[in-house]
């Protein structure tokens, strides 16, 4: 009786404490079949990573947030990377996410403006009018923090579940685990593997025995054919050589003498000019005479007017062995962007001087004595630095870099002799150019990596005045911060420059040049960056405008 009783106790007790535990565990099952899947995709403008950790933060406490780097990864892999209805539902449909935020930082004097927007993941579309609240400095602070707290965790908890059947993490994972096995794949694999390996070696085997049949057919032949062609040719050899001694020697004895038999040919050819040479010259050297004669012409050409035109000759555009410019440049910068949306902040620069060099060099023309296209052949060198630049962004001055340098091969081709005639060229460049603004967050700095082949035009107006024009592409190979995942991301960059301008002679060899020139640059994004995508950015172009004065040196 106390055996039975004591278990009866026992069951009572366990019953109780099994309706005592299901009391406190089903509100939390309950509760975390109400937990979103949420995704908070990169925010714009000022201090929006801050802002960004502050909101996931606050999500987290209530629901599971997909870090942003995922969504990413998984977008570039399903080629879904835009900000668009169906892009945003495949990506969410692959990570089962329920709800999509986006939004952009809007700073308004001393205060934040926060406009957040959600997208159902079931449908990729927006939701509601978005919510809007503000902040006093660069975080979520209490006010904020509420209003996004009361306003967006009703709107996430009012979405559509993005999975069929509504559970947790637990089960999606479950879900995921037989898709990543995949036995029977392996298996099949290795069945067809085993299938093909007899295949396989019959096959080499069979062309093994091929090899060593087809070896002594093609060794005999040739071994024969090569030792019937040397025991050919060496009595041919043998007696062209002979013959030849032969008739060496008759000729030796028909000229006679021992020396005509050392070199008997040469000799009489050699002695023949230079006897008449010195004929000539004992005759009275006619022909000392008539270059004497022509040279005297020439100094006295030289004296006069004859030299004027040899040195305009020497320094035209087509002749001129060294180009050389220093002086001034000016340059401003413009930068805009292509957006469905809210375009991103761009540039608008004002004309900014700097120091330039830029020289073209044709080694193989110095000294103007030698002929042919080859001297045509030259090197191209040239440095352009802002001297001082500052950029102002949010009511500060922010301190700014910008240079280009370039180098390379150069080529000319003038069309005539003369001093005025005109002269076509081709140059291909490697370079560097940077537009860099320190403490700036809202607009990436660019580094470009160029190669620029260019086409020159060179017209003589006259013995002072040159015009020229020039106009290349520029095949950009990198571009620095602008294209990083956390920026604009992957794109297709291309440019176009040109220059036009004239030269005016001071003297002989100093003359003056002035031009003007033009660059500019498109970016087409894939929409793979993060501020590509968080503004539907899909375009961007870079351009330069300016100018030069400088004072140059021919040679």
């Not at 159902?120 to 509420?146: H, M, W």
């Amino acid at each position: 009786m106390t055996s039975s009783r004591s278990r009866a106790s026992r069951n009572s007790r366990l019953a109780t404490l099994l309706v005592v535990l299901a009391a406190f565990c089903l509100p939390t099952v309950a509760h975390a079949e109400k937990r979103k899947r949420v995704v908070v995709l990169e925010l714009d403008g000022p201090k929006a990573e801050k802002f960004h950790d502050d909101l996931v933060r606050l999500i987290k406490k209530s629901h599971t947030v997909i870090p942003v780097d995922k969504w990413n990864g998984t977008a570039e892999e399903l080629d879904a990377s835009k900000l668009t209805d169906k892009d945003l539902k495949k990506v969410a449909k692959k990570l089962h996410v329920d709800v999509i935020i986006q939004g952009k930082i809007e700073k308004r004097r001393d205060e934040y403006l926060i406009k957040l927007k959600l997208r159902a993941g079931k449908s990729g579309s927006l939701v509601g009018d978005g919510i809007d609240t503000k902040a006093e400095g660069p975080r979520l602070d209490g006010k904020a923090s509420k209003d996004l707290k009361d306003e967006l965790m009703d709107a996430i908890d009012a979405l559509e579940s993005n999975r069929a059947g509504g559970g947790g993490d637990d089960e999606e994972a479950d879900e995921e685990k037989p898709a990543k096995k995949k036995p029977a794949k392996k298996d099949e694999d290795e069945e067809e593997a085993d299938e093909e390996k007899p295949a396989k070696k019959g096959f080499s085997k069979k062309s093994d025995e091929e090899a060593d049949e087809e070896k002594p057919a093609k060794k005999k032949p040739a071994k024969k054919d090569e030792e019937e062609e040397a025991d050919e040719e060496k009595p041919a050899k043998k007696g062209f050589s002979k013959k030849s001694d032969e008739t060496a020697a008759s000729r030796a004895i028909k000229g006679g003498g021992d020396d005509e038999e050392e070199s008997p040919l040469p000799k009489t050819t050699k002695k023949r000019p230079a006897k008449k040479d010195d004929d000539e010259e004992e005759d009275g050297g006619r022909r000392k005479k008539t270059a004497s004669k022509e040279d005297d012409e020439e100094g006295v050409e030289a004296e006069g007017e004859g030299e004027a035109m040899e040195a305009a000759q020497a320094l035209s555009p087509g002749e001129r062995a060294v180009d050389v410019v220093l002086g001034l440049s000016l340059n401003a910068r413009r930068m805009s962007f292509t957006s469905a949306g809210t375009a991103p902040v761009g540039y608008k620069g004002v004309p900014v001087a700097g120091v330039l060099v830029d020289g073209t060099i044709f080694p193989l023309a110095v000294g103007h004595k030698r002929g042919g296209m080859i001297k045509n052949l030259g090197l191209t060198v040239m440095y352009d630095k802002v001297i001082k630049i500052n950029s102002k962004a949010n009511g500060m001055s922010l301190p700014t870099t910008e240079a280009r340098y370039a180098f390379g091969a150069a080529f000319r081709y003038p069309f005539g002799t003369e001093a005025t005639a005109p002269v076509i060229g081709a140059s291909l460049r490697f370079g560097r150019q940077n537009f860099t603004i320190s403490g700036m967050t809202e607009l990436p700095n660019v580094n470009y990596t160029i190669v620029d082949p260019m086409l020159t035009f060179k017209y003589p107006v006259n013995d002072k005045v040159i015009l020229g024009a020039n106009l290349g592409v520029m095949l950009v190979l990198g571009t620095g911060q602008i294209q990083k995942a956390d920026q604009y991301g992957a794109a297709s960059v291309f440019g176009v420059e040109g220059e036009l301008g004239g030269d005016y002679a001071l003297t002989k060899n100093i003359f003056a040049r002035a031009a003007f020139k033009f660059e500019t640059i498109g970016f087409t994004f894939k929409g793979t960056g993060a501020k590509a995508m968080a503004n539907s950015v899909s375009g961007a172009r870079d351009t330069y405008l300016g100018g030069a004065v400088t004072v140059g040196y021919l040679y």
